[in-house]
């Protein structure tokens, strides 16, 4: 996370402008009680917590606040948010088991999902036996990702061999570096565990808990392989001068202890092997009926190629087929049929039965900063079941305005530096990031979810998730290459989003 984002009301324009606020500037207004009392501008607050009930956190990561070691507090925070529910995503081998304590915890509110992000896929062993963790390091990680050597079948030209050979004495020159930084750090490396164990552990969670779904899962190419410092134990000496001295242990030391920085390596877990830990969790995903939340950066094409591999395998059990034997005058139509579930018409299983209809497993690709091209191939290859689920975070991490490195005042102001003439001609696309902005617009409404992706404080979500909703309700508004000025308040628009969005969460959720 980069930082809390702030919304500033324009003078003569209703359309809220995201202010970056660096993260270190937040942590130290939260402890001077400020950020709390902020005031929102009243676009974002005409959902109310009535109807913003009635929506799902599609993605974050409340069982990693206060660093991962106060799950009661974060419950309970939960518990008092408007939104209606969270789905919170489990990352690494530790986080499964608080996942499940916070869904014990706030059983009404949490929607829990279990799976490895890549980020965590190193602590995997793709033997089916115990290796030595030197040789599952220097096997698994890789100073870059290199492309594939062509199939014996297709002739290289001349200069495609000399790129070949270039890349083949790189990657030898890497391995024999990586092999000294494994050496140098192997005390502080964990033992990896074998997938199929992980999967065992994976697979009774999900069982134990069935409104559970999986993720977060996926790749990343842009992640940077890190290993934990060893904490430090604190002591305090007690009175007694003939026993050891005691340990005492508070929240606050615990949270100090968890700040302990990371050692950040040069190298990266390769794709093949995030490939293979992903393929595997979504297959238990299938075998299961599961919907599954996705992680992909600078990935999308091996993303895509494995999605065709799936398809390959598993067929409409994957994909999803509904044959619609219902036609005719008097049928009703799968939209009549869905909104009558959501109304608790129970009796209406029995048209659903009049369906022939296998599901599919549903996919929501999180935060997807892609082109308009990879969302168009996702949904031409999962028509059915791939979603979209989009942050404020996203939208305004990659904004050219007001860039993460960008500094500001601590007097937080109601209105802007610039001024409102200057700001209502101001696109969407360069208030927001433009690539974001460009992907709300191509997504198809009944697609669409949203997401705070916050892994901090949970009292935040809310406020994280009226912006997005708010930015949402600009970009589906307005055409591209407008300010959405012309975006006026109106309460039954804010109400059909919100209907739409709950419809969406009910089908990628429970298959409606």
């Not at 020159?173 to 000294?180: H, P």
């Not at 877990?269 to 992903?278: A, D, G, P, R, Y």
């Not at 009703?332 to 039965?353: M, P, W, Y």
């Amino acid at each position: 996370m980069q930082g809390i984002i702030y919304h500033i009301v324009l003078v003569g324009w209703r359309t809220a402008v995201p202010l970056h606020i660096p993260q270190a500037m937040v942590n130290e207004d939260l402890a001077e009680g400020a950020v709390t009392t902020r005031k929102f501008g009243d676009d974002v607050n005409r959902v109310d917590q009535e109807v913003f009930g009635r929506l799902t956190d599609a993605h974050c990561h409340p069982n990693d606040a206060f660093h991962g070691i106060d799950m009661a507090r974060a419950a309970e925070e939960i518990k008092g948010l408007a939104i209606g529910k969270v789905c919170v995503m489990s990352s690494s081998l530790e986080s499964q088991a608080k996942t499940e304590e916070l869904v014990n915890l706030q059983p009404d509110k949490v929607i829990p999902a279990f799976g490895l992000h890549p980020w965590f896929t190193s602590r995997i062993t793709l033997s089916e036996q115990e290796v030595d963790k030197r040789d599952h390091y220097r096997s698994i990680l890789t100073k870059q990702n290199y492309p594939p050597v062509p199939p014996s079948s297709v002739r290289p030209s001349q200069k495609q061999k000399e790129k070949q050979k270039e890349d083949e004495e790189r990657h030898i020159g890497d391995q024999e570096e990586i092999q000294d930084w494994v050496e140098l750090h192997l005390h502080l490396l964990p033992q990896p565990i074998c997938l199929d164990e992980f999967l065992t552990e994976m697979r009774a969670r999900l069982e134990r808990f069935p409104t559970s779904i999986v993720g977060e899962i996926g790749l990343d190419k842009s992640f940077t392989f890190q290993i934990e410092q060893p904490p430090k134990t604190s002591t305090v000496t007690g009175p007694s001068t003939e026993q050891p001295t005691d340990k005492v242990f508070d929240s606050r030391l615990l949270e100090q202890e968890a700040r302990v920085p990371m050692i950040k390596s040069k190298y990266k877990i390769s794709i093949s092997h995030q490939l293979e830990v992903l393929r595997a969790q979504i297959e238990l995903a299938i075998e299961i009926g599961r919907p599954i939340s996705l992680h992909c950066v600078q990935a999308p094409t091996e993303l895509l190629d494995l999605i065709d591999q799936l398809i390959a395998r598993w067929g409409v059990q994957f994909t999803g087929f509904v044959s619609r034997h219902r036609s005719g005058k008097g049928g009703k139509s799968r939209e009549a049929d869905r909104a009558e579930v959501v109304r608790g018409n129970t009796t209406h299983q029995e048209d659903l039965d009049g369906e022939r209809r296998t599901k599919g497993i549903n996919l929501c690709w999180h935060s997807p900063n892609i082109s308009l091209e990879i969302l168009q191939q996702a949904l031409q290859k999962l028509p059915q079941t791939v979603y979209f689920s989009y942050s404020n975070e996203l939208a305004t991490l990659y904004s050219s305005r007001f860039p993460p490195s960008s500094s500001h005042s601590k007097t937080y102001s109601t209105y802007p530096t610039q001024s409102s003439q200057e700001e209502k001609t101001a696109t969407l696309e360069e208030l927001y990031s433009a690539r974001t902005v460009r992907a709300i617009r191509a997504t198809p409404i009944d697609r669409l979810l949203i997401e705070s992706d916050h892994g901090s404080d949970p009292v935040l979500i809310d406020d994280k998730l009226r912006q997005i909703f708010h930015l949402i309700k600009l970009v589906k508004s307005s055409p591209p290459g407008n300010s959405g000025a012309s975006c006026t308040v109106d309460s039954n628009r804010d109400l059909d989003l919100v209907a739409q969005i709950e419809d969406n969460w009910n089908r990628f959720y429970l298959g409606l």
